[in-house]
C-alpha cells in the first residue's frame, strides 16, 4: 500500500487533489481512498487530505500517519503544522516552492531530512502560467507522477479532463504535463 | 459499472436507482452531499418522476415525507446530528403510523459542545424509535443497503434509517460498483403501501388510541422488527444472488472461529479493526471480530452464536450513555445472557477522534490479558482530565469546561492524527 498525506491550505485544491490521485489510479484498475482530514475547513486555514493506493481492496479507516509521500502545497505551513510527523525512511517530499530545501531552512523541521527524497516544484508559478490561478494541486500531482511512478500521466490527464469542464480541464491538462516534465528533467538531472 | 466516487454521491445514486418518488431535506453536514447530489438529479431530469421539496427544517422534512408516504408514494430523505433531534417527534411518528420511509444518517457527534465530526450518537439517540437501524461498514455497502432498505421498509412497513459514518464514509472517494437501473428494478418491485390516504376510499391514519389497545399496536411494532430478523438476511441474500457480491445481513463474523478475543462493532470502523486481527492473527493470537449490521432489530440469537465460545468480548462504540457507559454492550450483554466469560466496553472515536491501528493493537492486547476496565476510554488524556478536575475543585466560578479545555491544549491545528 503507498499512503499519500497532502497539506495545504482552505481553496489551495488540498482535497481535489486526493481525489485526482484515487480517480487515476482507480483508472489504473487500483484500489484507492481518499478522503480530507475533516477540518471544518475554510479558506486559509491549515487542511490535509490523504490518499492510499494498493492492489487490493482498501479497509484502513485511519488518517494517513505513516505516508510514504507528503506533497506540501504550501511551504509557510512549515512554521505551523507538524508535517513530517510519522514520515516513513526515503519518502518522498514535494514542496511548492520556487527555493531548494537549503533556503526553505527545512533542515530546522525535519530531522534527518537528508533521509528523504525532497523536491521544490514550483507550482503556484506553473499553475499561474497555466490555469490563471494560484492552484498548486495539479500541477503537484504532475510532478508527484514523474518522481514516484505510482501513478502514470496519462491516467491523471485523463482525472483532470473527468473532474473539469473542458477548457479548464485542458488548462489544468497544460500544468500538470509542465510540472511532469520540469519534474522528470530534474529527476534525470539527479540520476545523470 | 465500477466508479471512483464519494460516499455521498454513491448513496446517491443508488436511491435514484430506487425511484424514489417525493424526497424532502434540509441541509446539514455531514449528509448534504447526498440530497445535493440527488437534487440536482431531480433538476437534471436524470431522476424522473420525483420531486424533490425544499423545506424549512428537518422536522419539516420528516413531516413531509410521513404526508408523502402516507399519500402512497416512495419518500426518502436524509440527515445528521442536530437534525435528527429535531426531527425526534416525526421521527416517533413515522415509525408508529407504519410508514415505509427511508433515511440515511450520515452519522455525527451531538453537541454541545458543537462538533460536526463522526460519532453515533445521534442514529443512537433515536434507536427506540421504531426504526429499523442498518449500520454500513463501507461504501459499497452504504450503497446496497438503500437499496435493500427500501424494499425491506416496504415488505414489513416500517422506517428504516441507514446509517453510515459521516467524513470517514461521506466524505470518502473509494471504488464502489453502482449497479443498473434494470438490476434495481428486479430487485425491487414499486411500491404497493398497505395503507393509503386517497380521497376515493377515506380513512384516518394516525387515530388517537387509548389504553384498549396502544399496548398491542406497540406488540405489532415489535413483532414486525422480529420479522425482520428474518427478512434482513433473507433480502441479503436474495441481493447476493442478484448482484454478484455479499453486502448487508444481521451480523459480519471476521475470523472468530477458536478465536479467544472477540470485537464487536458498528461502521466503518471495522475495516481497520480486521487489519488489527489480521496482523494479531499472524502472531498467533486468537483474535476475531463481529461486524453489528442491524442494530433495531437486535440480532440477539445469532450474536449469541457468534460470540459464545470466546473467553471475552470487546464492544468498542462510538457513542457514550453518559453515566453508564456503552450501548451497544447492553444488547451484547443480553444476547449472552447466561455465558460466563468477561465482557469490555470501550468508547472510542467520539467526535471525530481518530481510531488508529496503534491504538486498537495496544488495547487488544490489554484485553487478552484481561488488563482492561469494565468501560475503557480510548485514547482519553488522562493528563488533560487531572487538570480540568483539580482546576474546577480549586475555583467555584471556574467556568466553561469546554473552553477551558481547549485553553489548556493550545492550538490544535498542527495534529496529524
Known sequence: MFQIRIHGRGGQGVVSGAELLSVSAFIEGRHAQAFPSFGSERMGAPVMAFCRIDDKPIRLREPVLEPDALIIQDATLLHQVDLFNGLRPRACILINATKGADELGLAGFARGIQQYRLHAIPATDLALEHVGRKVPNVPLLGAFAALTGVIGLPSLLQAIREKFPGPVAERNVAAAQAAFDLASRAREAVDA | MLKQIEGSRAVAEAVALCRPQVICAYPITPQTHIVEGLGEMVKTGDLAGCE????????????????????????????????????????????????????????????????????????????????????????????????QAFRLAEELSCPVMVCMDGFILTHAYDRVDVPTQAEVDAYLPPYLPRQILDPREPVSIGAMVGPEAFTEVRYLSHHRQ????????????????????????????????????????????????????????????????????????????????????????????????????????????????????????????????????????????????????????????????????????????????????????????????
Open chain 2, 226 to 417: 422480529l420479522r425482520a430478523l428474518g427478512l434482513i438476511p433473507q433480502l441479503a441474500a436474495e441481493f447476493a444472488t442478484a448482484f454478484g457480491r455479499p453486502s448487508g445481513g444481521l451480523i459480519r463474523p471476521y475470523r472468530t472461529e477458536g478465536a479467544e478475543t472477540i470485537v464487536v462493532a458498528l461502521g466503518s470502523v471495522n475495516g481497520t479493526i480486521q487489519e488489527v486481527v489480521d496482523e494479531m492473527r499472524a502472531e498467533g493470537t486468537a483474535i476475531g471480530s463481529v461486524s453489528i449490521l442491524s442494530f433495531r432489530p437486535f440480532p440477539l440469537a445469532v450474536l449469541r452464536e457468534a460470540l459464545r465460545h470466546a473467553k471475552r468480548v470487546v464492544v468498542l462504540e462510538k457513542c457514550l450513555a453518559v453515566g453508564l457507559g456503552g450501548i451497544v454492550s447492553d444488547g451484547v450483554r443480553k444476547s449472552l445472557s447466561g455465558v460466563v466469560l468477561h465482557g469490555y466496553t470501550v468508547i472510542a472515536g467520539l467526535g471525530g477522534r481518530a481510531i488508529t491501528r496503534a491504538s486498537l493493537r495496544k488495547l487488544f492486547e490489554d484485553a487478552g490479558r484481561d488488563e482492561l476496565q469494565q468501560v475503557t476510554f480510548l485514547d482519553l488524556d488522562a493528563d488533560l482530565v487531572s487538570f480540568e478536575l483539580e482546576r474546577e475543585s480549586r475555583v467555584r466560578r471556574s467556568g466553561p469546561t469546554a473552553e477551558a479545555l481547549l485553553r489548556r491544549l493550545g492550538t490544535v491545528a498542527s495534529r496529524i492524527g
Open chain 2, 52 to 147: 424533490f421539496i425544499n423545506v424549512e427544517s428537518e422536522f419539516a422534512a420528516l413531516s413531509v415525507a410521513i404526508g408523502a408516504s402516507a399519500a402512497g408514494v416512495r419518500s426518502y430523505t436524509a440527515t445528521s446530528s442536530q437534525g435528527l433531534l429535531f426531527m425526534a417527534e416525526a421521527v416517533y411518528n413515522a415509525a408508529g403510523l407504519g410508514l415505509p420511509i427511508v433515511m440515511t444518517i450520515g452519522n455525527r457527534a451531538i453537541g454541545a459542545p458543537i462538533n460536526i465530526w463522526n460519532d453515533h450518537s445521534d442514529s443512537m439517540s433515536m434507536r427506540d424509535a421504531g426504526w429499523i437501524q442498518l449500520y454500513a461498514d463501507d461504501n459499497q455497502e452504504a450503497l446496497d443497503l438503500h437499496i
